[in-house]
């Protein structure tokens, strides 16, 4: 099962889809545009059954193997969402919609699932049903979540799941994956500090909310030095300071924090928030100030099943010649949700030296296309070999 040729075939023609997606950029499940190109491709490659909305945006498509003795059922996945950036690539297919670009390679997640779909759609060889999904709102709308609570598993029968992200820093076309928790829990935090504002010149007649959030920022890290289990793993991280006032000689009167807390157990996450919650409450008490906290559970752990780790690391080994294993990342991933539904596994592919996602210079690797569709659509062949 190396890179199937009818891939490099195809390559000019997905590679097309892919870059035309790059150009027209949608955000989380505002995707009129990107959805409708996915279901219309998807009826032109024949597919048995095409469902659109489901998750509010989301597409589905069916294709049915030459038989299906076994009424075995696999799912492939893949996001379709860009960011809220400013594309600074200075590309010819660079984003024409201002404040938004594919600065996560979403754009060419959903090109080689559409790639391996057509493949699949042509050849039907295999023995049960795949199920091609592609999902809305992954960066931070929790579209998976919104797919899999309107009955995705259970409307198309899906036994087991799988997906991908493209990896830069790691050479064209490789794999890497890991069993067990793989991506993390990804909260956030708003803290609003309320004391007492005044002049610059007379801080002994105010309660400086400045300093107290400082004091907060400080005590914070604590949670990770001093309150989890040095093995375990836990980022809390205080990303945004305001102040009410910006003026040189005034003291305001609340400053507001916003970050993250990120974890890959279930028990250090909720340790995590009582604390967090705890050195906040009383380092504000201690200096007479009061604090409002908004703490917002997001994606959980992603933590893929071991016997379809196996799986997916063999077709891995078949494509490429070798399948690595991953590092933890911190970073959030909604696959998560499906995880939790189903068994399955999540793969990272090599995107080569491009930029870091999320940046306003990456741009997917074209070049990795044949190893990810040959992926995708080997776990199909695999998982359900024809008769």
Not at 59 to 73: A, E, F, K, N
Not at 148 to 160: D, T, Y
Not at 369 to 385: D, F, K, Q, T, Y
Request: aromatic content about 6%.
């Amino acid at each position: 099962m190396p890179i199937k040729n009818r891939f490099a075939e195809l390559l000019p023609e997905i590679t097309a889809w892919r870059r035309d997606f790059h150009q027209h950029p949608e955000i989380m499940f505002d995707l009129p545009r990107t959805a409708g190109r996915v279901a219309e491709l998807l009826r032109g490659f024949g597919c048995d059954e095409v469902v659109e909305g489901i998750g509010r945006s989301g597409v589905v498509g069916v294709i049915r193997g030459r038989s299906d003795s076994r009424g075995r059922v696999v799912g492939l996945r893949a996001d379709m969402d860009a960011l809220p950036i400013e594309e600074a690539t200075g590309l010819p297919h660079a984003s024409r919609n201002p404040g938004a670009m594919h600065a996560c390679g979403h754009d060419g997640h959903t090109a080689m699932l559409l790639g391996a779909a057509r493949y699949l759609a042509e050849t039907r060889n295999f023995d049960g049903t795949a199920v091609v999904i592609f999902q809305p709102a992954e960066e931070g709308g929790g579209g998976g979540r919104e797919m899999c609570a309107e009955g995705l598993m259970e409307r198309f029968g899906i036994q087991e799941v799988y997906g991908l992200h493209n990896w830069p820093g790691r050479p064209v076309g490789s794999f890497a994956i890991r069993s067990g928790p793989f991506f993390a829990a990804t909260d956030e935090f708003e803290i609003t500090v309320i004391g007492k504002g005044g002049h610059a010149a007379k801080p002994h007649e105010t309660i400086d909310p400045t300093l107290v959030a400082s004091q907060i920022v400080i005590a914070l890290q604590t949670i990770a030095s001093r309150n989890v289990d040095p093995v375990q793993h836990v980022v809390v991280s205080v990303t945004s300071f305001e102040t009410a006032s910006r003026a040189f000689n005034v003291i305001p009167p609340s400053v507001q924090l916003r970050g993250t807390v990120r974890t890959l157990d279930d028990a250090v996450r909720d340790l995590a928030e009582r604390r967090l919650v705890a050195l906040v409450e009383g380092t504000a008490a201690a200096h007479g100030a009061r604090v409002e906290i908004r703490y917002l559970r997001g994606y959980p752990v992603m933590a893929n099943s071991e016997r379809e780790t196996g799986h997916a690391a063999e077709v891995a080994r078949a494509v490429s010649g070798a399948c690595d294993e991953a590092p933890l990342i911190m970073g959030g991933e909604d696959f998560a949700y499906m995880l939790q539904e189903r068994p399955g596994a999540y793969i990272l592919l090599g995107n080569g030296d491009t930029a870091m996602v999320h940046h306003p210079e990456y741009d997917f690797n074209d070049e990795a296309i044949p190893a990810g569709c040959s992926w995708l659509a080997g776990m199909v062949e695999a998982r359900m070999p024809a008769r």
